[in-house]
């Protein structure tokens, strides 16, 4: 940790590596919020199919002993919300509260959740299609890296990273 936040920059890894780096041995109330969001990650997977990978920040993984809760952007394949089959009430429930970012509320979930639809594009060269998800991740990315502060010119200044955890990773 850098000034009690992750480094800055967008850091690969996979849930173990996660888990092992910033929760084990830290304490009951990091590992309950990481429980939770294992446990829901899991629940999503089974309404999506698959989830390429889940962008992590929040006060679990700064220096705090006893986190608020854990921000993270689930990166799904757009053709996978778009599926039809995901039509139950429960499914889409789960969905909305993802997408609504209700999961505290409905939940009792410490977890603040986003999604940003991935469009895979062929090449260097984005498709006209898919300039409104770059748009999107760039603005995700910006936002991880960012720490609040009365002095708005400091809010502004990348200063601390965020995780890339690969669940199913990309395909």
Known sequence: MVDGHIPLGR?????????????????EPHEQI????KNFTSALRQVLGEIPACWLGGSLFTDKPD?????CVYVIDATRLANPAIDSPQA???????LENRLKKEFNLRIDS???PWIPTPGPIPT???????????????FWSRIRDPNDR??????????EVIIDGYS
């Open 128 to 142: 006209a299609q898919a300039e409104g998800y770059l748009q999107r991740r760039g603005y995700w990315d910006d």
């Open 11 to 27: 850091w690969v890894c996979t849930v173990e590596e996660a888990e092992a780096q910033y929760i084990a041995g830290r304490g």
């Open 34 to 37: 990481w429980a939770d969001w």
């Open 114 to 116: 986003f999604i940003l």
């Open 67 to 71: 986190p608020g809760d854990i921000d």
């Open 154 to 163: 400091l809010s502004s200044i990348p200063r601390r990273g965020y995780l």
């Open 92 to 98: 889409l429930n789960l969905l909305g509260a993802v």
